[in-house]
């Protein structure tokens, strides 16, 4: 394990986080959540100093970004989150190093996965994201929860793909509460379809109790883990874009 002032920092913040999620959990009456790391933006070497401080689960969100990270990493017992969006072209990439894949959200990508999953004889982990804003905006991602149903399907035909539950992304700058709540419904519906699709995704550093009180089982915590992430995006001089755009 290293042990610096970085490891210190980070060990300072996984201990008030941690205990964030005891309450909020034991408020729930409910078992513990798995808290996921969000390390985008920062290097292998955290990710190296976080296993060391206990954590299990990291969550990236950009595959050139991941999968570099994931190589330097193959020493390590992790859990890797895939929490971006995917486009199609990039399936095949993720689906090497990814353990569970958050972001399904439309058929294209359902059948370039199941694809790409099938070719490496692996079966893929996957859930549903679905979109918590009021209004639905492409851009965000998730699928509309009206066109769940249809893709539920869509996922359980496909043979190399396993859906676990569902992902949400709280509304930017709105109430949390009233999207959690309808992430609660869609996963009701979901394990509707398949009772043992019971993961629920949703909370990030600001509305991790919202989430918890809804139901979520994994929390993705970046910021309130790692602090704030660099304005120059990882590994820029390599040819990674700066991606504060996406970085949500
Ligand atoms: C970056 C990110 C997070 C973590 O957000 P923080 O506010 O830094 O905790 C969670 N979920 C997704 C999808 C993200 O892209």
New binding site residues.
């Given amino acids: 394990m290293i042990a610096d002032e970085r490891t210190a920092e980070l060990a300072r913040n996984l201990q008030a986080v941690r205990s964030r999620i005891e309450r909020a959990c034991a408020d729930a009456g409910r078992e513990p959540a798995t808290l996921i790391v969000?390390t985008?933006f920062f290097g292998a070497a955290d990710v190296h100093r976080l296993a060391g401080l206990g954590v299990r689960d990291v969550?990236e969100?950009r595959d050139q970004e991941a999968s570099d990270k994931q190589a330097e990493c193959m020493d390590l017992d992790l859990i890797w989150h895939f929490?971006?969006q995917l486009q199609t072209n990039k399936a095949k990439s993720v689906v090497r190093y990814a353990d569970l894949i958050?972001t399904v959200d439309r058929r294209s990508l359902v059948t370039a996965l199941d694809k790409a999953a099938a070719r490496l004889d692996k079966v893929q982990d996957v859930l549903i994201q679905v979109n918590l804003d009021p209004q639905v905006r492409p851009e965000r991602g998730g699928v509309d929860p009206a066109d769940l149903d249809a893709l539920v399907e869509h996922v359980q035909q496909a043979s190399s793909l396993r859906l676990r539950g569902v992902m949400g992304?709280g509304p930017l700058g709105e109430d949390p509460a009233p999207a959690f709540a309808r992430l609660a419904q869609a996963a009701a519906d979901v394990r509707r379809a398949q009772p043992a699709a019971d993961v629920i995704s949703a909370g990030?550093?600001?509305d991790l109790e919202v989430a918890v009180a809804y139901g979520a089982t994994h929390l993705?915590?970046?910021?309130?883990v790692?602090g704030s992430?660099p304005t120059v995006g990882y590994r820029r001089s390599k040819g990674g874009k700066n991606n504060e755009g996406?970085?949500?």
Avoid: F, L, P, W
């Fill in positions: 969000v985008k969550g969100n929490i971006g958050h992304v990030m550093s600001s993705r915590i970046g910021t309130a790692m992430r996406e970085a949500q």
